[in-house]
């Protein structure tokens, strides 16, 4: 059996070298890109607990991602409670406690910001070291698919000659090349689109951030400067990534994303992201101009997905060659490892004689669910950012669901082991969407006229699940992780709804 990778990047270099572990040695894997990635800008620096436990765990780059990276605490996110003043930085700050480390390493990351460029070369050594994994510079120009008689792929190589390839499989991972969903028509742009403008900083003063009214709890077992910093607006969000340079001093990685339908001004150069959010967030734009600009990168209307992601016909399409997601939740990467994983296991059973086309098609539908879950989610939250009080309640519901449903689940397999398949359907309960906040909790936010800091309802250790990486031998303890959330969520909309009608009684809340 052979396996044709199509691309040089991030994704096919995982998809890599989790086969090679994975998979029997008579399986070739021939990676096909060009030594250049190009000029497309890398995404994906901030990683969250799915990704990590992939690096870590199946690829073994722990001792690596603690050395030449900084840990990830938490998400921090900052929602202003008088977004009009410019002046008034006070903020509601929640972000997850992150659990100590009775080893002594200041507080357990239960992730990592990545240098993607270093992180990138890196795993293109491991592949160039790996004498089971073949590589060929070049580009692929065209496929004829086949799925029972092999695929067959035209190569242009680096040095201007030709040749072709029969395949297997081909795994799509070219990017936002597409090549695969372009040339199947697969490609999907949805409505609720989104432009993007970041930049990373250098030689920068970060005790700047702390220039705020924070409100909500201090962690005194790490440091909230080693999280991803997310200051919301309306119709917009702004990142903050802390980095390691090469030379071991700090970067910052900045991003501005936003929902044309819900943000008019176009923010595509330094110039205008410090006019527009000195606006509303003085305090990142006072932090930028401590800096040095070291590169600047745009997307416009870059949201799509393609759909159907795998094929019986013995084709799979991964990363940015199948969706592009807004970035608010860092998933992006952990999407990815999803999809490694299940061709993994498509894979190993077609190799043992077990290839399944309902199979593959479960497990494509599957993978699709949380991507356009947690994106609708995202699209629905964007015309209320700057509502303190809501998206407070939204984010607190959303990483409780996170913690107790969506991460136990990936860390137990249930998203391609067939054993236990059918806790997946957990993601997606009486046709809901487990991430969005229940329509009753919409409504008691409309009874608030204007939030106080006293009205916020902070949960930090609460909805910090953990057991919520533990590979569990019993599926039954996976069933109580889930039983256990529920009780979260539902203790959390008691609280929050009792706290209103209190306030309601003294009447402080109601609108006039």
Request: charged share 25%.
């Amino acid at each position: 059996m052979r396996i044709a990778m199509i691309g040089n990047g991030l994704v096919s270099n995982m998809a890599a070298l989790y086969f090679r572990k994975q998979l029997p040695e008579s399986v070739e894997i021939v990676l096909i890109g060009p030594d250049d990635r190009g000029g497309l800008p890398l995404v994906g620096e901030s990683i969250i607990e799915i990704t990590a436990n992939f690096l870590e765990t199946q690829l073994g780059l722990e001792d690596y991602l603690r050395e030449h990276h900084v840990p990830k605490h938490a998400l921090t996110y900052y929602f202003k409670l008088d977004p009009d003043n410019p002046e008034d930085r006070t903020y509601s700050v929640h972000s997850t406690e992150s659990l100590p480390n009775p080893d002594g390493y200041e507080g357990s990351p239960g992730s990592w910001q990545l240098n993607r460029e270093h992180f990138d070369d890196h795993l293109r050594e491991l592949v160039a070291a790996d004498s089971g994994i073949a590589r060929i510079n070049g580009r692929v120009k065209d496929i004829q698919i086949d799925g029972e008689g092999g695929h067959t792929l035209e190569i242009k190589e680096a040095d201007g000659g030709s040749r072709t390839l029969e395949a297997n499989w081909v795994i799509d991972a070219s990017g936002r090349n597409r090549f695969l969903g372009k040339k199947l028509g697969l490609t999907i742009k949805p409505e609720g689109q989104r432009d993007c403008f970041w930049f990373r900083i250098a030689d920068f003063d970060r005790s700047l951030l702390r220039n705020l009214n924070a409100l909500g709890p201090e962690y005194d077992h790490y440091d909230r400067y080693y999280t991803t910093h997310h200051f919301m607006g309306h119709g917009n969000w702004i990142w903050m990534i802390p980095l390691k340079a090469e030379d071991g001093g700090e970067l910052m990685s900045i991003g501005f994303v936003s929902h044309p339908d819900h943000y008019e001004h176009d923010v595509r150069s330094i110039d205008s992201f410090l006019e527009q959010v000195s606006k509303v967030h003085p305090v990142v734009t006072d932090l930028v101009k401590s800096g040095r600009v070291v590169d600047t990168n745009l997307l416009r209307r870059y949201h799509y997905v393609t759909n159907p992601t795998y094929s019986p016909d013995r084709w799979g399409i991964i990363g940015d060659a199948s969706f592009a997601p807004d970035p608010l939740f860092s998933n992006g990467l952990a999407f990815v490892t999803l999809q490694i994983e299940q061709l993994g296991a498509l894979i190993a059973r077609d190799y043992e004689g077990n290839h399944s086309p309902e199979f593959v098609e479960k497990l494509a539908t599957y993978f699709m669910g949380p991507v356009l879950s947690s994106q609708t989610t995202i699209t629905n939250w964007y015309p209320t950012m700057d509502d303190a009080y809501l998206s407070s309640i939204r984010i607190n519901w959303i990483e409780t669901v996170y913690f107790y449903l969506f991460l136990p689940l990936v860390a137990n397999r249930c998203h391609f082991d067939p054993k236990r398949l059918r806790l997946w359907k957990a993601m997606q309960v009486r046709g809901e969407n487990p991430f969005d906040i229940p329509q009753e909790l919409i409504e008691a936010r409309k009874r608030v006229a204007k939030p106080m800091p006293d009205h916020f309802v902070y949960k930090g250790d609460e909805k910090l699940n953990p057991k919520a990486r533990t590979l569990w031998a019993d599926i039954d303890e996976v069933y109580e992780q889930l039983e256990a959330g529920s009780k979260v969520l539902a203790g959390y909309s008691k609280e929050l709804l009792s706290r209103i009608d209190k306030l309601e009684g003294e009447g402080e809340l109601m609108m006039p």
